[in-house]
Structure formats: C-alpha cells, structure tokens
C-alpha cells in the first residue's frame, strides 16, 4: 500500500508535539469552560479578574455585571480557539500514528 | 491464618535449613529451588578460592558459551531486518548432559557463522578493488588525450629550443584512487615534494563506494600522475601510500584498456552473484540462530546460576552428598520440600533429599511479602534501612500517611486532579508501558512510584477541599457563612476596605448588621477568606495548629508502635522504664498542647468580650515551664479553671520523667546482672552445670516472673534488636550501657520539642504553594482574563500556555518533589525514631526471574 503524498505533507508536528498540545487544548477547554461558566453566574471569586470598565454612567453594580460578562465572553472565545487547536492537533496525531504505522 | 497476615506488619518468621542433597540429584534439585525462588543459601566455604571451587570448569564453560551467544546477538543485531525471537515462556534449566550438546551446536554455529564472515570480507574487499579500477578505466581515457596534447606540445617547444634534441619526452605515470577528502591536502603534499615536477590531474567517481571495514558509503576520487625519472616515482609512491591511496596498474594504450575494462566487468558480474550468494548465507545462518538465541541464552544464565550456588556447598567426605545452608520462610517449607521431591525424581534418583531445620543465635534475614502496590511504599521505607528482624514493619502505615503528609504540603484541588490522572494513566496502561523507555532513568522512577503518586494526588484533592483551593481560586458549594453587610444606601466607590464583624449579636438598635451566621461553614475554609486581605494571617494560624495536631499524632502512633515492639520481644524493662516515661513527657506536654488548641477553637466566639480574652497558646506553653500562666493576670484568660493547678502537676510529673528515663534501666539491668551472677556462682560451686547460660535469649521474661512470652512465634533465632544487654554475662558493660542510655534519653526529650517544631514544615510548605499558585494566577491568567478590549480571547488563548505550562513545571514538578522529600522526611525522622531501629538486612532469594531479570537489565537499580 503506497503512501499518499498528499498525507505526507499534512504531517507538520512531529509525535511529541502533536499530543503535548492536544493535552494542553483539551484542559484549555475543561478549565476555559467552567471559568467561562463560573463568570457568567457572577461568582464572587473572579472579582479581582474582571476588566475595568469605563462608562461612568453606569452604577457600580451595573459595571461589575458587564465586566463580569466581558470575561465570560473573553474566556468563551479561548475556548473555541482551543477547539480548534485540538482539532489540528488531533489530525496531527491521526497522521503520526498512520506514518509510523507505515514505517513497521 | 494469623501469621500469614503479620506479614507485613512485621516480617515473615525465618529459619535457617540444612539441606542434604544426592551429588546426583543435587542440580536437578537446586533448578527447582531456583524456579521456586524462596531460599536464600549461605556460602559454606567463604575463604576458598574462586578457582578452587568444584564446579569451576562447568561454571567456565557456562561462560564460554555465553560468549559465543553473545557473538551471535551482537552479528544479528548487525542486520537489522533480522528480528530477535523472544525467549520461550518456561525455559527449563537443561540437565547436566544436555550441557555437551549445547556446546556442540554452539561450537559449530560460531565456526560457521566466522568463516562466512571472513569470506564476506576478503570478497568485499575484492569487489571495491574491482570497481575503483573500473573507474579507473573510464577516466583514464581523457587523462591520456589530455596528455597527447600536453605532450605534442611540448614538444613543439622542445623543437623550437634545440634544433637537434627531438627526443620525445616520455613522462612516467601513476593512477589510483584515493578519498575525497584528502585530495587537497594530497595535491599540497606532492607540489612541495616534488617541487611541481608532477602533474596531478584528478576526476570525481560519481557513486559512493561501500567501505568493506567500516561499512559505510565513501566518496571517493580517481587521480593520476605524470612524471619524469625513477627518482621522482619513488617519491610519489611513497606520498602515495602515505594517503593511503590505492594504485592500480594501467595500460597505456586505448585497446589495452577497453581489453582490460571487459575482463574487469565480467570479474565484477560474477564477484556480485557470489557475494549475494555469501550475503543470504550469512543471513540464513543467522535467521535460524534468532529463533533460539535468546532461549539459549535462558537456559545458559539459568545452568551458570545453578553451579554458582552449588559452589557454596560443602562436600561431604566419601563425596557422596551435598551439603547446603539457606535461610527459608518458616511458612513455605513444605512447599521446599515439595520441589525437592520433584528434583529428586526428575532427576532419576531414589535417594530424597532432606531438609532439616537449624537453630541459631544469628539474626535471619528480613523478609515482606509484597505486591506491585505495596512495593513502592517498601522501597521507601527500605532506603533508609531494612527493618530489623521482626520489628514491626512501617510500610502498610506510610501507604496511608505518606501521601497525606504529602498532601498537607500541597493542598490544591487543581493541581492533585491533574497529579492523579497522570498516575491514573500509568496505572491503568501499566502492563504496556513496563518496557518502555527502560534506560531513561527518570521515567523509571516516576513509573515504579505510580501507585504512590496516585495516592498522593487523590489525598492532594481532599486536602484542596479543605484548603478550599482550586488553582488558587475558592469553590462555594454550600453558600459562605458571612455576608457583607451593608445598607442600601452604601457607597462602593469611597470605602476600599470592609471590616467583616464577626458578632453573631447583633445590635439592631446600632444599626449593626449580622454579618455572620453563627453557623459555620460545613466542609473546609469559608470561601470569603480568598477576597480578604488578611487571609493569610488566618490560614497561617490555621495550617499551624493543624501541623502541631497531626504531627504530635503521629510521635504518639510511633511510641505506640515501639510499646508493641517491647511487647512482641518481651523487653518489660523497656516498657516500664523507656515506654511509660516516654509516653507520660509527651502526653502531658504536647497532647496537653493539643487539647489547649481544642479548647481555645471552642471556647471564644465572634463577641466583643470574648475575643480580647483568647490567650497566645505559645506563650501559655513557655509559661507553663516557669509556674506562670496568663490567667494570673487577666482570669478571663484562663481556658479553663483550675489551669494553674492542673498545668503545676503536669509540668512536675513530665520532669519527673527524664531521670526515670535516665536512670532507670540501667539500674535495673545492673541489679540483675548482680543477682545472676550470685546464683551462677552458687551453682557453679556446687558442681551443677549453669542452666541460665542454656536459655534463649528472652531474658526479661524468665527472670522477673511476669511471663509475657508471645507464644506464638517460635523463639529460635528471634533476636531482639538491641543485642547489647543481652542475658549473656560476659557482655555485660555498665559503663557502655549508661552512655547509650543517656544518649537515648537526651535524644528523646530534645527530639520531642524539635520534632513537634519540625511538623511545622506542614504549613511553609503549604504556605508556599498557595502563594506561588496564587501568583501564577494573578500574574499570568489574569492578563487574558482582564483584556476587555476585541481580542481579548486572543490574548486568553495564548497567555493560558505559558500559565499551563508553568503550573506543571513549577507547582506540579518542582513543589511536588519539594513535598515528597519532605514528608519522607517526616517520615524517616520524625516518626521513625520513635521506634524503628532498622539494622536488619534484605533476604535476597535464589530465583531464577531475578537472576533473568537482573542479566536483561544490568543498569535498573
């Protein structure tokens, strides 16, 4: 069975790399997910992690919640970045355990 | 039943065997011995000689053959495409004349395999030399053309000098071949040499040729040289040879060469069939050796091991039987002789061997039965000294406190998570990861510890829960205790700082507001302690009280387990005169410590009143030495009453014991010392042989009339540990034995209060990880978190690796070895002192999978 060129020029990261990052996306996503999660809900213990928020017509109470908002959507964001990198990072994967697979 | 439990509690009862073996029998026996893997034997002839020994020519032609084994690994591991059979799963240790065909197949293996490889060579060699001069061949053509022109040339000029001197110059030639590499300095060393008398001219071969020495591609290039006279010829042949270039001979003219050219292809055709044909010899050769290499070398490791035991046995006089000494475990002597049985008849005689058990004063081995579980924890324990022969053993205790003291220091939920998956991935793929990555030391040791690291992440994660810290963030699970308590129209941008009143009364009439519920948090630290600013002043208190608690706990399991060794070996002197004082010091000081904790955490409430009165505990300790105490002064601050009274007699009674201590024993063994002497003489002077000097070695309980022999186990060759005052009279030494227990005495009474201050290690550890956890947060996350602008995720998404990856290698990596070590030390210290004397030595079984497994990997520890 003869290798595919195309696959041999997909397979960009090697072995180690591949699964490190794929470890590193998926708890990304885990812990992005419940802080996003916890930030929604307005937890008191991010207090200190929100942004400061500008408008001074707001009342403080209104610019902790938008600030509070601003983080969850920050960290949302992260973790679909992070999705995506697990994505490329699992066909990384994919494709060194096919490569080495064809080498034995 | 019973004693198999105690196994290891405290270590498997040992007896020392003598075995008479059949000279016959005696190695068919041993290989079951060596299958069974339970004895250890003793070398019965210590001071001869390792070439004087009986079996030194069987154990040398053992050797022999492992050479010739080894010869063969090493040839199939040069081709790789050849691959190693694994060895069968039971090779038998082959019988003593199987040994003679072994040797013969080998013998004839070897010859075989170096006579192909020799003729490999000399062809190899063969066919390089044919093909440079092949190239030779082809090159030389232009070389000669190029010459003719030079030469005509020349001559021309020559005519145009000297009318009369038209002699043809003819110049002499050279052509060779020599490395690529050396060409320049080859052509440097010729122009000063001959001082640009010699024409060089060189041509690349295009295909790297197979060096037959190295086995490795080389590039090489093809010269020739022209020159005139003899003498410049020897000059050149001799820079020649220097460069170890090869010269071969070449015919002038072009029909001589296209003649020699064919001769030279068709020599190569048929050089190239033979060497394929030696090519797949040598490979076929090797292919069937590879089936059996590695059982063979089972088989030889196996006969190898079986004479070096047999070495160690004394020959009776008439030769006609073995004698040998081993140490067994009491339990699996029938099991002995069962393999005994079984050699004997396998090996065709009729004479069984026997198996007798010995009595001795020596101190056996010590020996636990361990599992893939309980052997981490073992270790452990062994690495600072193997227990003593039947002393309890402190391994299934650590199994348990180890990994809680570790998670005392590392108290994080987050991180023990991640620590516990990553041990919980080795365990699970255990039995596929056990043969990865042998040589790489590191991954050994995380590997072989991965039971332990999985215990001490799932302790890490309740110690987190108690902490309530999360990667350096709080949970609220039930709903906190306290509530800011504000008006409605209370004004957050001027106040920065709140001050939460911890008075359940509140006084409405103050306006006060109940800011705590009186009710406190169910499970751990309240969460509102991670917004406060003083959070650390209270965890300190906290995690200190805790250290001081747990520590003092566990010198209190250690002197009780020391009361059980005294027990076990019916050492009552021990008891009364080392245990008692021992246990009153440390009760009536530091449990009374502890309970003083206890009480100050119940006693004051969140009420005015009652906080200003909460005395400094560490005082209240240093005061009670002096006959003083808080209460004196102020009598709200007593925590309960009748303390001055209370603390007087206890400060008393805990004096009390450190002459008791002191003095005690050593009187005491003085006085009946005294008193057996007295009667041995009596007796001796009566003419009756001294009936003390008979007994066993449990002298305390024979001679005080309070019999607390353990009966169960037998008493031969259960030493005590501490051999020095022993029942023999001539050892007895006053002097020696008052030194040692004014050592043992100061060792304690210091060491208690160093100790309890040493647990204290417990809470800087902690503190330190919940620092370095919260600075990592605050520092690294937070970035991303607080960026409110567009890309803001972005800047989440990439700030989080570096804070990943430093939680791992910081927190998880450097804090977590940091914890390991010092719990170990806790453990070995702190703890161990207490009762555990470790001056025993490791039973080292004959068995045949240690011996293998000792050969496959020579550099595991």
Redesign the interface.
Known sequence: MAKSPRYSKLHICGPGLSICCSL?SV??II??AI?GGLLSAK???????????DEHNLS?EERLNK?FD??A??????V???LGCLIFCGIQVFFNIKASAMKN | KFFKMSSLFRGEDMTLCQIYFQSEAAYSCVAQLGELGIVQFRDLNPTVNAFQRKYVNEVRRCEEMERKLRFLESEILKEKEIPLAEAQEFCEAPKSKEMIEMEAALEQLEHDLQEVNSNKDALKKNYLELQELRHILTKATTFFEEQDRIQTGEQTVLQMETQDRIQPLRLGFLAGVIDRERVPSFELMLWRICRGNVFLRTAEIEETLEDPKTNTQVNKTVFILFFQGEQLKTKVKKICEGFKATIYPCPETASERREMGLGVMTRLEELKTVLDQSLNLRKSLLTNAALNVKTWFCRVRKMKAIYHTMNMFNLEVNQKCLIAECWAPVNELTRIKLALDKGTELSGSNIQSILNRMETKEQPPTHHRLNKFSEGFQNIVDAYGISSYREINPAPFTVITFPFLFAVMFGDAGHGLIMSLFALFMVLRESQLKNKFRTNEVWQIFFGGRYIILLMGLFSIYTGVIYNDVFSKSMNIFGSSWRVGVTKDFDFEKVTVFDLNPNTNANHSLNEIKMYSGNPYPFGVDPIWIMSINKIAFTNSLKMKFSVIIGIMQMMFGLVLSLLNHLFFGKMVSVLFEFIPQVIFLTFIFVYLCVMILIKWLRFDGSPDSTQCAPNLLIELINMFFFKSAADEDPCKALYSGQSIVQKILIVLAVLCIPTMLLGKPIVLYLRHKRKSQIGQRLSDSGHLNPIAQEDSTSDSTNEGVDLKIMRETPVGKDSPDTSHDDENENFDMGELAVEQCIHTIEYFLGCISHTASYLRLWALSLAHAELSEVLWTMILRIGLKSGSVPGFVILWLVFVPWAAFTIGVLLLMEGLSAFLHALRLHWVEFQSKFYKGEGYQFMPFSFEQILEQAENPDKI
């Open positions: 590193i708890w990304g812990m992005l802080v937890s008191a213990a991010f207090i200190e992690d929100i942004p400061e928020v403080y600030g601003l983080a959507t920050n960290c949302y964001g992260a679909g970045l992070y």
